[in-house]
């Protein structure tokens, strides 16, 4: 397992190469110069070519490119061209809203989404299966940053049972952690529901029933545990894209996440505050999805064999 763990690690360094240089490219391919955004259309063209020279956007696209490859080697993560704040720093001070969202939201739609899968799965064709079912596919047609609007004129400004914006107290994160989770449980549910479907017809589900095995033990243990393991690689790709929506959704509710701050910055062309968040939010992808490989041989001795071999 541990020979296994220290391939896909290694695997992750080509893949984040390939990341970065695909992102730097694009951001050097967009319309307009770092100095020209931060001083504004009133500085003269020399003024902004001077700008330029400091920040060091003038030198060549690979000169830049190979320069932040060394510094994030040796752990320096760049400065803000538009605040020269270290991104470090600022990292720090906004990581922790992000993972909360973050956090919070996987952990109420994996819960929600498997609960309700199983329950459509159970009760086939009942009440409680068409509303999942059609709960389900409403939720699923309204974007999410529509329903972070929405959410905000009913409960902030309508009924003023929650604030519409900042991070400041738990009910500020509860109206945002609500746009994520409803946005995320549908994807789980509905294959929650299919995986667990397929696996009571299963021939050992009969034989279960066959020797008198309870309903719930049927469930849980048997059907459940077959039908898991598709269900944890989208929880696994969930869990990256809670990452990345968090950043529109903390846009949305005005969160001191890093959300505004990529936004600012794609918008200012802050190349280093872009390519380091960047960095930032692929390593976490990458790392979920190596500890999803790790829970599939938790689960599946089948899959453990292969991978101790």
């Known amino acids: 397992m541990l020979k296994y763990i220290c391939k896909r690690l290694l695997l992750m360094i080509p893949t984040l190469l390939g990341i970065i240089f695909i992102v730097f490219t694009v951001m050097n391919l967009t319309p307009g110069s770092p100095g020209r955004t931060i001083l504004g259309t009133t500085a ?3 003024q902004v070519d001077q700008l330029n020279h400091e920040l060091g956007y003038d030198r060549p696209f690979l000169v830049r490119f190979l320069d932040y490859c060394g510094d994030l080697l040796q752990g320096d993560m760049g400065t803000s061209y538009r605040t020269r704040a270290d991104f470090t720093t600022e990292l720090k001070g906004r990581m922790p809203t992000t993972l909360k969202l973050g956090i919070a939201s996987f952990v109420l739609s994996s819960i929600l ?9 159970v009760k086939q064709y009942s009440f409680a299966d068409t509303f999942c079912s059609t709960t389900a596919i409403l939720f699923a047609s309204i974007p999410g940053f529509f329903l972070g609007m929405v959410l905000i004129y009913v409960f902030g400004l309508q009924l003023g049972w929650f604030p519409t914006f900042g991070g400041t107290d738990f009910k500020s994160y509860v109206l945002p952690v609500i746009t994520l989770t409803l946005s995320n449980t549908v994807i789980v549910q509905r294959l929650t529901r299919t995986t667990m479907l397929e696996a009571v017809r299963q021939d050992y589900i009969r034989t279960a029933k066959a020797k008198g095995c309870s309903k719930s033990r049927i469930t849980w243990k048997h059907a459940l545990k ?55 939010l692929s390593l976490i992808f990458c790392v979920i999805m190596i500890l999803v490989d790790v829970l599939y041989a938790v689960i599946d001795p089948r899959i453990r064999e292969r991978v101790t071999r």
Not at 240 to 252: L, P, Q
Request: a negative charge; charged letters at 5%; proline letters at 4%.
């Open 44 to 46: 003269t063209q020399e």
């Open 113 to 121: 989404g498997i609960s309700l899968g199983i329950l459509s799965a």
């Open 226 to 280: 077959n039908a898991i393991l598709p269900v944890i690689t989208v929880m696994g790709i969930n869990a990256g894209s809670v990452m990345g929506g968090a950043v529109i959704c903390e846009t949305v509710f005005s969160l001191p996440g890093m959300g505004t701050y990529i936004l600012t910055a794609i918008r200012s062309k802050d190349i280093p505050v872009v390519m380091s968040s960047t960095v930032v």
